[in-house]
Structure formats: structure tokens, C-alpha cells
């Protein structure tokens, strides 16, 4: 009898140490979740679109995109913004100020 009461005893204290560790293991903060989140931004004009935005708004991700110039890499509100082609008379826009990233699409 006083093995089952040392072994239910053992298997209470595991549980109570193991069960509230791995159920806070899988719960993201809200904070982490809002900021891995996208948004989109729409379209600029007819030749830059699907502006996307990821730790940043979309008024700033769309300012970022209307200063590009059609160079290969261009700095703009605090962004680094590289150029990569992707079809004929196409690219991708990808710009990065610390953790915040902003893409988007031109084309003729």
C-alpha cells in the first residue's frame, strides 16, 4: 500500500511540473503573433502592386514603394531595398529596416 501511494505521489509532482511547462510552450504571445503577421497593402499603380508589409503599416510600406526608382538597390524611410528580376520586365522589391520588411511587385 505504501508503494502505490509513494508511486501516486511521484506521478502527481511529474505532472504538476511537467504539464503546465509544456502547455506555456506551445501559446505564442499576442505580441509575437501580431508582429510575424502580414498585411496587405494593395496595389500603388498599374506598374507596382501587391505591396506587402510585415512589422510596419501600410501607409509606410506604400511610401517605401512609391520611392523606388527603377534602380537595382535604393535606401528609403530608413529601408534597404534591393531589386530582383524575376520575368521579363518584372521584379520583386524587397526592403528591410531591422525585423520590418516590405515587398512588392513591378512590371510594365
Known amino acids: 500500500m505504501n508503494r502505490i501511494k509513494a508511486t501516486c505521489s511521484v506521478l502527481a509532482v511529474a505532472a504538476v511540473l511537467v504539464i503546465p511547462a509544456t502547455a506555456s510552450s ?5 505580441s509575437f503573433a501580431q508582429a510575424t503577421a502580414a498585411s496587405s497593402c494593395g496595389d500603388l499603380n498599374q ?5 506587402q508589409a510585415h512589422g510596419v ?3 509606410t510600406a506604400r511610401k517605401v514603394a512609391k520611392a523606388w526608382d527603377g534602380e537595382v538597390s535604393y535606401r528609403a524611410y530608413g529601408f534597404r531595398c534591393r531589386y530582383r ?8 522589391i524587397s526592403c528591410r529596416n531591422g525585423s520590418a520588411t516590405v515587398a512588392f511587385y513591378t512590371g510594365s
Open 85 to 92: 528580376d524575376i520575368g521579363y520586365e518584372s521584379g520583386k
Open 26 to 30: 506551445h501559446v505564442q504571445p499576442q
Open 57 to 59: 503599416g501600410c501607409n
Open 47 to 51: 506598374n507596382t502592386g501587391n505591396i
